[in-house]
């Protein structure tokens, strides 16, 4: 077969790794420089590790060249993105995929640039079985990978056609297994290039399936080679009997598709094994695992909470709030790339992300918050100024595409006293003491329980005054609302009226038991936790226990080692008493025996049960007060020799143990454990058992029906080269303390009982997971004036169709509502709207308009294929 091979000159640029994202910046700016003094000729280009941030990166320290590279870039001779960050794949959310490349194609739209038609994931660790989905949704016919794939259980080759989880394939080119660093420092003395391409070829040509080959010339942050013509002309003519020439990604591309006419072999599913080929990483799951969890929360507030709101606040108050969602959205991607979200990166890494994710949080919040005063109507400036109309209410939200019923949580405030700020503003003597305070009452939605109550300060802002500042007393109480709308709002006024009656089935705590009509949980005196659902009579006893093991790994790699610890109960509470919530805490301490010393950990679960819930709410908080261990909390189920599906992007997905052979496991262990998006679930005849996670994103499931999520894994070096899961450094020796995680720690779970994997059980784990993780939840407006009494958004029908996304099009003109289908068939369903609908359309994920549809006053009829993410535009 002649060969036509591709030689294509890059950096692998990790933004933040072994150095901080400022240090590396520092190397950036050079290697760019040198680009835009010296750029590549005869039809070649550099290609910028096939991420757009780049060039926001140089630009902000050198604006005054940032006219120069985008030339480079519109020119093709520099090649950047289809991707913002090359972000893990496997952590994420999908619609954080999403956003990821609408970000990267809008960062090069903006200087009239465009990506190479390549999905280029040099080095991510392993890959999701949604990712020819996306490719295909952004017009990306082939996708370039490393990690995840290759081996004994792959086809051989280094081109194959990979179907996505709605059907839609892409081709892979699979990089040899040295990977992007394969062409680099190649040599300009011809025999030695005559010797190094003999030995490419030797490897590379029994691989190919369609003669075209890439050569990256690259690695880890790398300027461009030295000298870099004489080398690509001595490799060139020693390749002359093939085609070896200087190229570019896109070039590349073509070049392969235009050869794949040839039947290629087909794989599916995700990709997280590459044992025998190279090191596939599967082990940073947890590692800084209260990082993942505090990723996972920003996700979900931008969107689920910011985004639509937003996106309804625009179409119906004229309010685009595009612009701040897209910063917000940026800061969270910087977050994204694996060295970082996977945990594997120097502390001062590891702290700057969590500055950032916070910062997500305050915007997103931010974000939610004015959105739906735009949409109940409030006018701050008017509030502002006109305290003798204000009439308090709590606004209820509902993140979720239905009507819900069920127990809210609701802060009430009520005003204490004026408090001056400025001059003027000392104590005086002659003011009167605080009179004491009712029992907050919101009269239309019958009894509330109290559960916390705490005095602050609050303010009435206005972008035109100073703030109002008044001392508050907040209780945390809870209520139950019926029928709150899908994605709206309802405000319910706080003071005098007449009580509705609830109609629910409360919950009822007996000492160390709770129940409620689906429901009882109890702790005995040592400990130990029984769950029963009372509608099927399913028992487990012992529901809940803790694995404490050493581990000797590293930031990549887990190297867990039985210890001798025990489990000490000290006590169970009774901390709510019903009849809305009922809670009971037990508390417990860790220690290891094998030596004198702390306590590994002391931690606490709080069982939750609310009325008319059928999970029960889990919530655990610790201190961990040890190093190099790994703590893991075992649920237990009664679902042995399960079906395991675990969520993943864009929808759950089956998983079975790997097995690897000796000779592969002596390069790399195959851990036992695996990511976890929002749930794991257990399926066995006519059962099943769902465990939900707030974060933490690793979990393993056992032939016994047990699942354990990972609390906290303790170690304190980025790589070791000792390790027998793993010989070799990953990654330059450095201790990290500060990922020991001394300290407190949190974690929120549930867990529920259902019947066997059918659509009507599917449909029953993502309404769960929404109540789990999107809780109805109430605030107090204490400035609203006539405030709209009830906002309905978007409502969603469809047996087994799951919401996605629902937000602002990249161009402002199109509401964008996305679902996907869990079903294996082909599933009508209506997207409900709160306006009437005048033009409709099926789009791509990147929101290119595919086919209209056509709607019926506010609703949106549609068919959905089996097991597809469908996206339709309306306005």
């Known amino acids: 077969m002649d060969l036509d091979v591709h030689v294509v000159s890059h950096t692998h640029w990790d933004r933040e790794w072994y150095h901080s994202f400022e240090r590396f910046r520092q190397r950036l700016v050079p290697l760019i420089d040198e680009l835009l003094d010296s750029p590549p000729e005869g039809g070649a280009s550099f290609l910028l590790d096939g991420q757009a941030i780049l060039f926001d990166d140089y630009a902000s320290v050198r604006p005054e060249r940032a006219a120069a590279l985008a030339a480079l870039l519109r020119e093709r001779r520099l090649e950047a993105g289809p991707w913002y960050v090359l972000a893990d794949e496997l952590i994420p959310s999908g619609e954080a995929l999403v956003r990821n490349l609408l970000t990267g194609r809008r960062t090069l739209a903006r200087i009239g640039a465009s990506p190479p038609p390549v999905l280029y994931c040099p080095d991510s660790f392993g890959h999701p079985a949604a990712l020819p989905d996306l490719a295909v949704g952004f017009g990306l016919p082939m996708i370039i990978l490393w990690r995840g794939y290759g081996g004994p259980r792959w086809p051989s080759g280094d081109t194959v056609r990979w179907s996505g989880i709605g059907g839609d394939s892409v081709v892979v080119y699979h990089l040899p297994p040295d990977g992007y660093e394969y062409g680099s420092h190649l040599p300009t003395d011809e025999r030695a290039a005559e010797e190094r391409w003999t030995r490419m070829r030797d490897e590379l040509a029994p691989r190919s399936a369609t003669g075209a080959i890439l050569i990256p010339n690259g690695a880890d942050h790398h300027a461009r080679q030295l000298r870099l013509n004489d080398a690509l002309g001595a490799l060139e003519k020693a390749g002359s009997a093939d085609h070896v020439h200087r190229s570019s990604l896109r070039q590349f591309a073509e070049h392969l598709l235009a050869r794949t006419t040839t039947q290629l072999p087909r794989v599916r599913g995700e990709l997280r094994d590459s044992y025998g080929y190279t090191w596939t990483l599967q082990g940073t799951f947890a590692t800084r695992a209260h990082e993942k969890r505090l990723n996972a929360r920003a996700e979900r507030a931008l969107l689920r909470e910011a985004e639509p709101w937003a996106a309804l606040a625009g179409k119906i108050r004229k309010s685009s709030r595009r612009p701040l969602l897209e910063a917000a959205w940026r800061d969270l991607l910087t977050a994204h790339p694996h060295d970082t979200l996977c945990g594997c990166s120097i502390d001062a890494v590891a702290t700057a992300m969590e500055g950032r994710l916070r910062s997500v949080l305050v915007q997103a919040h931010g974000i939610r918050d004015d959105a739906i005063e735009d949409l109940i109507g ?401 605030t107090t407006l204490r400035s609203a004036i006539d405030p709209i009494i009830e906002v309905r958004g978007v409502e969603l029908f469809g047996e087994g169709l799951a919401f996605s996304a629902m937000k602002e099009s990249e161009d402002g003109e199109w509401l964008v509502l996305r679902c996907v289908n869990r079903s294996n068939d082909a599933t009508a369903g209506i997207w409900r709207l709160p306006f009437a609908v005048r033009e409709a359309s099926e789009g791509r994920l990147d929101e290119t308009l595919i086919e209209p549809v056509q709607p019926s006053g506010a609703d949106v009829p549609f068919t959905a294929a089996a097991c597809a993410i469908t996206t339709i535009l309306v306005r």
């Open 378 to 778: 409030q006018d701050p400036v008017a509030a502002r100024v006109s305290a003798d109309r204000w009439r308090p209410v709590v606004v209820i939200r509902n993140a979720a595409p239905r009507r819900r019923s069920g127990v809210a949580l609701i802060d009430v405030e009520e005003f204490v006293s004026h408090v001056a700020v400025g001059p003027g503003s000392a104590p005086r003597a002659d003011v009167p003491a605080v009179l004491p305070r009712s029992k907050p009452r919101i009269p239309a939605l019958g009894a509330l329980q109290v559960l916390s109550e705490e005095t602050r300060n609050a303010r009435t802002e206005s972008p035109r005054h100073y703030p109002d500042n008044d001392l508050v007393v907040v209780r945390r109480v809870a209520a139950w609302v019926s029928e709150a709308p899908p994605y709206g709002t309802a405000t319910y006024p706080i003071g005098e009226g007449k009580k509705v009656q609830r109609r629910t089935h409360d919950v009822v705590v007996e000492g160390p038991m709770m129940r409620n009509a689906h429901l009882r949980v109890s702790v005995d005196e040592s400990g130990e936790i029984s769950i029963d659902h009372l509608p099927s009579g399913r028992h487990i006893t012992g529901a809940f226990a803790f694995l404490d093991e050493t581990d000797v790994g590293d930031l990549y790699t887990p190297a867990p080692r039985p210890r001798e610890s025990t489990t000490e109960f000290l006590g169970a509470r009774r901390i709510h008493r019903g009849p809305l919530r009922g809670q009971l805490e037990a508390r417990y301490r860790i220690r290891d025996l094998s030596r004198r010393g702390p306590v590994d950990v002391e931690l606490s679960l709080r069982l939750i049960l609310d009325a008319g819930a059928s999970f029960l709410r889990v919530e655990v908080a610790g201190e961990n007060r040890v190093t190099d261990h790994r703590v893991r909390l075992v649920f237990r189920s009664d679902v042995p020799e399960p079906d395991v599906w675990a969520d993943a992007a864009f929808g759950p997905l089956r998983r079975e143990p790997l097995e690897i052979g000796a000779s592969e496991a002596a390069v790399e262990h195959a851990p036992p454990t695996a990511p976890l998006h929002r749930y794991v679930s257990l399926f066995g005849g006519s059962n099943g058992f769902t465990v939900f996670s707030d974060g933490l994103a690793e979990y393993e499931a056992r032939e016994s029906g047990e699942v354990l999520i990972t609390l906290v894994r303790a170690v304190g070096e980025l790589s070791k080269n000792d390790l027998p899961e793993r010989p070799g450094h990953a990654g330059w020796p450095t201790p990290t303390p500060g990922a020991q995680c001394l300290g407190p720690f949190e974690a929120s779970f549930a867990v529920m009982f259902h019947g066997a994997r059918d659509i009507r059980t599917l449909d029953e784990i993502e309404r769960t997971a929404d109540d789990v993780l999107l809780p109805l939840t109430g």
